[in-house]
């Protein structure tokens, strides 16, 4: 069982600073030297780009559903059981619209690619947002573990195909009213008729589509011709959520290679392993910040 430990301990902002500012310098220059860097990035990365799921963002997008529903955020709000469909995709309409078709407020991501651009690198995410592609990542290096708000899937599912979405999402998102989109515009599977819903890890019916096990399979492949070199796992922003698709092998991949270095850089869940502490660098920061030094 692995004991959790930060590395920054001083209660003191300026002694903080000084510790930020050398750690940075030493993921610097182990990025320098790696012979590969394995990004493993969670919602955290997402919210740093200005993705977040409350506050103004929320009450701009979704005035009427709040005033309606007196819903909080817009992550609650998409479990609501709403009575038509036609309501519930005007709003899921207008939540991928801005997730998924519109670019972050902040050019995060982008600084995250000039930075690994030039390196051999790999992208294991459970963000399902698409922004690592919007910033120029090779999609033959990204597995994206959870789905993507650009894709539906049967809701039964009856078969393991995925659909874009977006040229419908984007009338749904033209064509509302009323908080309700046409009724001719509700996707329904083309194979046996039942409403489609989103391609996102929520239950078991989850589809992984063929894209799926090919980028399982790309990044089995990425670990296991690296194994035993100098690889830094460069986890950004991943919680307590699900550790077990990130954090957990990341530290354990490098509990396993004395070569291996994991970075983990979150604001305030900065923490690793005793068992591997002299070959981490954990930096309490926010994200976007701490990558703009990098």
Not at 7 to 18: E, G, L, P, R, V
Not at 232 to 250: C, D, R
Not at 259 to 282: D, F, H, L, T
Request: aromatic content about 14%; proline content about 4%.
């Amino acid at each position: 069982m692995y004991s959790k430990t930060g590395t920054m301990k001083s209660t003191s902002s300026y002694w903080n600073n000084i510790e930020i500012k050398r750690s940075i310098q030493k993921v610097k220059e182990k990025i320098e030297n790696a012979d590969a860097v394995i990004i493993g990035a969670g919602a955290g990365l997402s919210a740093s780009a200005g993705f977040t799921y409350s506050g103004k963002r929320f009450e701009d997008n979704f005035p009427d559903f709040i005033e309606k529903y007196g819903f909080k955020d817009m992550y609650s709000a998409g479990f609501y059981p709403y009575e038509t469909l036609e309501e519930h995709w005007a709003y899921w309409s207008r939540y991928i619209f801005i997730n998924r078709y519109q670019n972050a407020p902040k050019p995060v991501y982008n600084d995250l690619y000039s930075l690994v651009q030039n390196k051999n690198y790999f992208v294991l995410t459970t963000n399902v947002d698409h922004c690592f592609q919007k910033a120029g990542f090779d999609k033959h290096r990204l597995f994206y573990t959870q789905g993507d708000y650009g894709l539906w899937q049967c809701s039964v599912p009856c078969h393991n195909n995925t659909y874009d979405n977006g040229t419908v999402i984007k009338k749904m998102v033209a064509s509302q009213e009323n908080m309700h989109i046409p009724s001719s515009l509700i996707p329904r599977c083309p194979v046996c008729g039942a409403p489609m819903s989103m391609n996102l890890r929520a239950d078991n019916t989850f589809v992984e589509d063929n894209g799926w096990h090919v980028a399982a399979e790309r990044y089995k492949n990425f670990i296991h011709h690296h194994k035993g070199l100098k690889i830094l796992y460069l986890e950004l922003g991943v919680g307590s959520n699900t550790p077990g698709i990130i954090k957990y092998p990341f530290w354990q991949m490098t509990a396993e290679n004395p070569k291996a270095v994991y970075v983990c850089v979150n604001y305030g869940e900065a923490v690793c392993p005793r068992e591997i502490e002299k070959q981490s660098v954990c930096i309490n920061g926010d994200i976007g910040e701490i990558i703009n030094q990098l």
